[in-house]
């Protein structure tokens, strides 16, 4: 008589745990063919996100932006570009898909974000021998795309921030069209073959730690405890995905 309990309870979990199974599963499957239709891949969050962010860039007055000051030595040469502007830089949109990794209890995110194609001008200056001999003039370019490649991660310790991993800062070609060059000489034809090089250099010098101190500093913000007992009450009530806010 003693047994008769445990027997039975062995005879039936089988039984009981593939009906639980099956049932659990179709419930879920059941509630993940709705996600679709309450948040479409077409307007994901991430690109509400940037469009946002779109629009913060034109309203604090980022584009055109104005690119820092570069000089440079090449030999006997001191080369100066000055009053640099690129426009287009607020055309940024989402390159690639988000690719979401899970190890040693971290969280990995890696982030594509890439620019149309954008124009810019400068004042460029060139002095031979501290200046005895000197040409000047102005340049219009064209920066065929603007890459930004991010991975941050997150810890499964939510008491911890997201943190910026990683970014790396890609520049598509760079063609340059000088304006009112005059007399064709040597030192001409030293600023047609280095300056696109060193319009290359000064971008990425001016692009690159803006963007990841920027990164990083909305990433201290987020406050993750929050996010998750904020969003968990609205699914608990019903709202489904349209209702979470992450920021």
Known sequence: MNSVGTFVFDSIKPFVLKEANTNIRNDVNKEVKKLPQRFPNSISPFDQLIAELRRKVRDKGFDPYKVQDYNSSAGVFDIYLTH???????????????????????????????????????????????????????????????????????????????????????????????????????VIELAVNVIPNLLRYQIMDALEKPIRLKIQEA???????????????KLDSGKGLEGLEFL
């Open 84 to 186: 640099t502007w690129l426009y287009g830089v607020a055309s940024f949109h989402r390159t690639k898909d988000i690719k979401f990794e899970l190890r040693n209890k971290t969280a990995h995110m890696l982030v594509e974000v890439g620019t149309q194609r954008l124009m810019g001008t400068t004042n460029w200056d060139i002095s031979f021998v501290a200046g005895m001999l000197s040409r000047a003039g102005t340049a219009s370019f064209t920066v065929e795309y603007i890459r930004v490649q991010a991975n941050a991660s997150q810890s499964l310790d939510t008491s911890q921030h997201p943190n910026l991993d990683d970014i790396q800062v890609e520049l598509g070609n760079i063609q340059v069209r000088f304006d009112g060059l005059g007399t064709v000489d040597y």
């Open 219 to 233: 990433l201290d913000q987020v406050n993750v405890e929050r996010i998750i007992k904020e969003n968990a009450k």
